[in-house]
């Protein structure tokens, strides 16, 4: 079964700190791993793939496979990053065309 | 293009009724799906379709029919809805069945209340 843990509900940053959503996943095969973010008011929107290691707004991260885990982090918090943020697995087992969710982080960055 | 679609934005119900919450996308995507979004439990997977006439179960499927009889439209049924089917409904679609440069689209959701 695949199994994706965010394990904080909420999290506040004060402006200008660093962010880092947790996201830990469960997996036999070779994982997928998404981010994907829900501003207010917005439609759920994919932020950022594992496979392409890309920096979108000013976001990174990392899959680490020995620690199967996927943690997005910022290094310095805008307050235009407040959101929902939802950390998805696929998967490159034959047949799993499912992508999981994990139960979101609500981040909320202080002025 | 209009993405993904959903009708109707709002609903009330009351327990026992029926209803269809419809999506469509115009993308072409071959695999679409439905989840509920409900606090504290994030994101779950109810149905999904790998293409038209093809169908199956997610993690919650009980208490909802689907069908795919065109790549365009997979709307939900709620048989006799009850109050534990209070959510948010999201439909999304993807081009691919499966792959990690594969972006799932989303629709702008459902809100639905059953009484």
């Known amino acids: 079964a695949q199994r994706v843990t965010q394990p904080e509900k909420l999290l506040s940053v004060f402006k200008g700190a660093p962010v880092e959503l947790k996201c830990n996943y469960s997996?036999?095969?070779?994982?997928?791993l998404f981010w994907y973010v829900q501003y207010s008011r917005q439609r759920l929107q994919l932020l950022l793939r594992?496979?392409s290691r890309e920096s979108i707004k000013g976001f990174t991260a990392d899959l680490n496979k020995g620690e199967t885990s996927f943690h997005l982090k910022k290094p310095f918090a805008q307050e235009e990053d407040s959101a929902m943020y939802y950390c998805?697995?696929?998967?490159?087992?034959?047949?799993?065309?499912?992508?999981?969710f994990g139960t979101g982080t609500r981040l909320t960055i202080i002025p | 293009n209009a993405g993904v679609t959903q009708t109707p934005k709002f609903q009330v119900l009351k327990t026992g009724q029926s209803m269809t919450l419809q999506c469509a996308q115009d993308?072409?995507?071959?695999?679409m799906s439905w989840y509920r979004q409900d606090p504290g439990m994030g994101l779950r997977l109810i149905h999904y379709?790998?293409?038209?006439?093809?169908?199956d179960q997610g993690e919650v499927p009980n208490g909802y029919n689907v069908s795919r009889s065109t790549t365009e439209d997979f709307p939900l049924r709620l048989l006799s809805a009850a109050p534990s089917q209070t959510s948010v409904y999201f439909c999304?679609?993807?081009?691919?069945?499966?792959?990690?440069?594969?972006?799932?689209?989303f629709g702008p959701g459902t809100r639905l209340t059953v009484l």
């Open positions: 999304a679609s993807r081009e691919g069945l499966a792959g990690p440069y594969n972006e799932q689209f």
């Open positions: 997996y036999s095969g070779s994982p997928e």
């Open positions: 594992h496979i």
């Open positions: 998805a697995l696929g998967g490159s087992n034959f047949g799993n065309e499912k992508l999981t």
């Open positions: 993308m072409n995507h071959e695999y």
């Open positions: 379709s790998v293409g038209a006439g093809i169908t």
